[in-house]
C-alpha cells in the first residue's frame, strides 16, 4: 500500500537536499516541486488552473505540460495523486532526473509553503486521511539570507519584493502552522533541523526512515551523508517579532545570540558537486 507524504514549513531550509536523500531509497519517492497538491485542490474544486498566491506556477506548468492529461473526475483524489506522481517520476522533471522504483509505499511532494496554506491543508486533510508529514526547519535569518542570494539567480521567484521583516514573518506564519498540524496529528508529524541534517546526516535520516516505518538502507544513509556538508556563513542579526522568537526558541535558535557576524554559527547545507538538476542539465541554485 502506497501511502500520501508531503514536506511543510518553509523554502530555503533543506527540502531539495532532503528530498534527494529520501529519493535515495527504493521505497520513497518525493518529487521537486510537483504542486501536485495544489493542482488536485484547483482540480477538484472545478477551479482553473493558475498559480498559488505566494508562490511560482513553474512546477504546476511543468506537471500539468508532462501528465495533466491523466487527472480524471470519475477518480477520487488519492487516485488522480498517484497517476500523476508516478508520471512524474517516471518521466522526470526539470529539477529531477527520471526514476524506476517498484514496490513504493510511500509518494509525496516537496512543496512546503504550499502543504501549509489553510485552504490546501484542509483540503489534505479531507481527502488524505493518512498522509505523514515531514517538517524540516531551519534559522530563520539563514531562510531570509539565502531567499535574498536565491532571488539573484536566474530562476530567483521567491518572495521577491518582501523586506526582511515581511519575510521573517511568513517564516512565522508557516512554522504556526507547523506547530498547530503537529498538535492536531501527533504522531503523523516529524521534525528535523536543518543543521542536525547537515552534521549527523545519517542519524537524523535514519529518524525520518524509522517515522516512515521503512528499515533503514545503508547505501542510501551512507550516500546522503557522502553528499551533504556544512558551510558555515556569516549571518547578520535582524529585528523580529517575539513570536518569532518563541518559535526560533522551541527549535534551539537563540536569536538573542547573533548580533555578530556568526562566523561560529549556525552551519548550512550545501550539495556535494553533483546538483540536484541533473537532467535539464542546470545549475543548482546556490543556499
Known sequence: ??????????????????????????????????????????????QPFRGHPCDSDKGMRATLETSGHLLRRDISPMENFLAVQMSVMENGSPWLHALKKTGLEWVGDKKPMQHTDPVVLRFLLQHFPGAHFLHIIRHPFEVVASSDRFNQTADGDFWLRLSSQEKLERWTFHEQKVLQLRQTLPGRVHSLRYED????????????????RLKPDFHSLREAARQTHSLARAIPAMPCSPETRRIAAMYGYDLRRVSRLRALAQNV????????????????SRL
Open 197 to 212: 541534517f547537515c552534521h549527523r546526516t545519517e542519524k537524523e535520516l535514519s529518524g525520518v526512515f524509522a517515522f516512515l
Open 1 to 46: 500500500m502506497i501511502h500520501p507524504l508531503f514536506l511543510i514549513g518553509n523554502k530555503r531550509s533543506g527540502t531539495s537536499q532532503l528530498v534527494r536523500a529520501l529519493n535515495m531509497h527504493p521505497r520513497v519517492f518525493v518529487s521537486h516541486e510537483s504542486d501536485i497538491s495544489w493542482i488536485l485542490y484547483r482540480f477538484h474544486s472545478d
Open 269 to 284: 547545507c550545501s550539495r556535494a558537486a553533483k546538483g540536484l538538476r541533473t537532467g535539464a542539465g542546470r545549475a543548482s
